[in-house]
C-alpha cells in the first residue's frame, strides 16, 4: 500500500535558523513527488516537483531533494513568513491520478 | 481573481440536510478532484473527474456524490449529512500533461 510518512509533526525555528523537513515514502511505481505549502485556512500552494533520485528544485529559501525513499525539504535562513504547513504527496503507478498526501509538518518561525 | 474558486466557504448544516459544494475554475484544465482534510489525517481523495464524461471514486467516496456539469464545473453533494462529515473540503485542478494538482481555497463544513 502507498504510504507517505512526514517528520517531524512540529518544527519551531528561530529567524535564520536553517534546518530539513522529511517526507518517507513507499509506492509502487513513483511517478512524482509533490511539496506543497498550506497555510491556515486556505487550500494548499503548489511548490515543487520531483520525478527521480537525485533531482533538486530550489525556490527562495526552499530547497527540496529526492532520494529512492525519501525527499528533504531544506529551509535555508527561514523568515517568519515561511511559518505555514508543507506537505508532501507522492503520485504512484497505475491509471489513476491519485495522490497520497503525508500528514504534514508544521513550521513556526519565531523572530 | 482566483484560478479555483469554491462555493461556499463555510457552511454549518444539520443531521440528514443535502448539501451541495461547488468548484469552479478558469485555469483550462481538464482533470478535477474533490479531496477532505481532517486533522491528524491528511488530505484523502473523495472523487475525481478526468473530463466531463469520467467520474471516477476516490478512497472515501460512501456517503458522496458528484456531478461535472462542463469541464470546468465540479460539484460535491452529500445526500444525507452526518456529524463525522465535518471537515474542510478541498477542490482541486491539474491538467492532463502535468501531474501537480492545484487547489481551491476551501470549503469548511460543519455537520451538528
Known amino acids: 500500500e502507498d504510504q507517505v510518512t512526514q517528520s517531524p509533526e512540529a518544527l519551531r525555528l528561530q529567524e535564520g535558523e536553517s534546518s530539513s523537513l522529511n517526507c518517507s515514502y513507499t509506492?509502487?511505481?513513483?511517478?512524482?513527488l509533490f511539496w506543497y505549502r498550506q497555510d491556515p485556512g486556505k487550500g494548499p500552494e503548489f511548490l515543487f516537483t520531483?520525478?527521480?533520485a537525485g533531482e533538486e528544485k530550489e525556490k527562495e529559501r526552499l530547497k527540496a531533494t529526492l532520494t529512492k525513499k525519501e525527499s528533504f525539504l531544506h529551509i535555508t535562513a527561514p523568515k517568519p513568513e515561511d511559518s505555514a504547513t508543507y506537505l508532501c504527496?507522492?503520485?504512484?503507478?497505475?491509471?489513476?491520478?491519485?495522490?497520497?498526501f503525508g500528514t504534514g509538518t508544521l513550521l513556526a518561525v519565531q523572530p | 481573481d482566483a484560478d479555483v474558486t469554491q462555493t461556499p466557504r463555510n457552511r454549518i448544516t444539520k443531521t440528514g440536510k443535502r448539501i451541495m459544494l461547488e468548484c469552479s475554475q478558469t485555469?483550462?484544465?481538464?482533470?478535477m478532484y474533490w479531496y477532505r482534510q481532517d486533522p491528524g489525517l491528511g488530505l484523502r481523495l473523495i472523487y475525481y473527474?478526468?473530463?466531463?464524461?469520467?467520474?471516477n471514486k476516490g478512497e472515501i467516496s460512501d456517503g458522496y456524490s458528484v456531478s461535472r456539469q462542463a469541464q470546468a464545473k465540479f460539484s460535491l453533494s452529500l445526500e444525507s449529512a452526518i456529524p463525522n462529515q465535518t471537515a474542510l473540503y478541498f477542490c482541486?485542478?491539474?491538467?492532463?500533461?502535468?501531474?501537480?494538482?492545484?487547489f481551491g481555497p476551501g470549503t469548511r463544513l460543519t455537520v451538528t
Open positions: 482541486a485542478t491539474s491538467d492532463h500533461d502535468r501531474d501537480e494538482q492545484y
Open positions: 509506492v509502487s511505481g513513483l511517478r512524482g
Open positions: 520531483l520525478y527521480s
Open positions: 504527496a507522492v503520485l504512484g503507478g497505475g491509471a489513476t491520478n491519485k495522490l497520497i
Open positions: 485555469k483550462g484544465h481538464d482533470r
Open positions: 473527474s478526468f473530463d466531463v464524461k469520467d467520474i
